[in-house]
């Protein structure tokens, strides 16, 4: 058996898989607040996939194997196969949302859409292991595979429930810390389930691990400065659209005139209808009192 290292970075690896996966789950918790009160929540939501799936799960997940190596063994990585497994993750991130957000029934929609997207991101996950090349035999224990699905699962259900109901910021802080570790822990706990040991074919095609961080870090960079715009924008925007609300301050027994309050001004042809019955009350008394001048004469 080969001996392997899933830390052969030290700590920088899962403390910076960790990093991802906690940013990029708080920027899809605050993207499924804002998909309950815009008009146009499908565009959200799809903004929430790819900051799950893309940045809290798949980018994680890599940024995690850079760190791994079987020693003895040479590692490369199947460029489309590997690419593919990203469209998976996001994929399965947004069937998972949609079926929840969108579902009436919690109970019946949250462990649907938690099943679908657990099993997609293992399906990622081991699509991802798929996807490196090496000269090493390797194996995996069918046990420990069972167990990582049902992590993910649970996760996948927890991260929902989560998306449901968090919508203050400390709480979304809270929740995204939650989902970072769960995420990170099936990853690893999927990892335990691999064995290798010596073989003698040769790998056919693929790229250094060491040439996918310049790009990987390219996009990555590029994709979260993006996302943070755009939810900071719309955080911004609705701060200020409650901020500028109109406050009514109503008058409250005979003194409130006296307090210093600012008097309320409305109109009288939308805001106070009864001025408009008073007025023709004293109208038609106008013309009672005619009418019995006219019979006293």
Not at 24 to 30: C, I
Not at 276 to 289: K, V
Request: net charge neutral; hydrophobic share 50%.
């Amino acid at each position: 058996m080969l001996e392997l290292d899933h830390f052969s970075h030290g700590w920088l690896t899962p403390v910076m898989a960790y990093l991802v996966s906690f940013i990029g789950s708080a920027l899809a918790l605050r993207c499924v607040v804002h998909a309950r009160s815009s008009d146009w929540p499908a565009g959200w939501l799809a903004t929430a996939a790819v900051s799950l799936g893309g940045a809290g799960i798949w980018v994680m997940h890599f940024t995690a194997m850079l760190g791994f190596s079987i020693h003895g063994a040479t590692i490369r990585y199947d460029v489309p196969m590997t690419l593919l497994s990203a469209v998976i993750a996001i994929l399965v991130v947004w069937v998972g949302l949609s079926i929840v957000v969108r579902g009436r029934n919690e109970f019946v929609a949250l462990p649907i859409g938690g099943a679908v997207t657990g099993i997609g991101v293992a399906a990622m996950h081991y699509l991802g292991m798929y996807a490196m090349k090496t000269n090493a035999h390797v194996e995996y224990d069918r046990t420990t595979v069972v167990v990582s699905v049902v992590i993910a699962v649970v996760a996948a259900t927890a991260a929902l429930w989560f998306m449901q109901h968090v919508r203050g910021l400390f709480a979304t802080i809270g929740a995204a810390l939650i989902m970072g570790v769960a995420v990170c822990g099936m990853h690893y706990v999927g990892m335990t389930s691999m064995h290798a040991s010596h073989a003698d074919h040769q790998i056919g095609g693929g790229i250094d691990p060491l040439q996918l961080v310049t790009p990987l870090i390219v996009t990555v960079t590029l994709v979260m400065m993006m996302l943070m715009v755009v939810v900071g924008l719309a955080e911004i925007d609705e701060r200020s659209t409650r901020e500028a609300l109109p406050v009514r301050h109503e008058p409250r027994g005979p003194s409130a005139t006296t307090t210093g309050a600012w008097p309320v001004v409305t109109d009288v042809r939308h805001d106070s209808p009864s001025w408009g019955l008073r007025s023709s009350s004293q109208t038609e008394h106008r013309n009672r009192h005619r009418h019995r001048l006219d019979s006293d004469r």
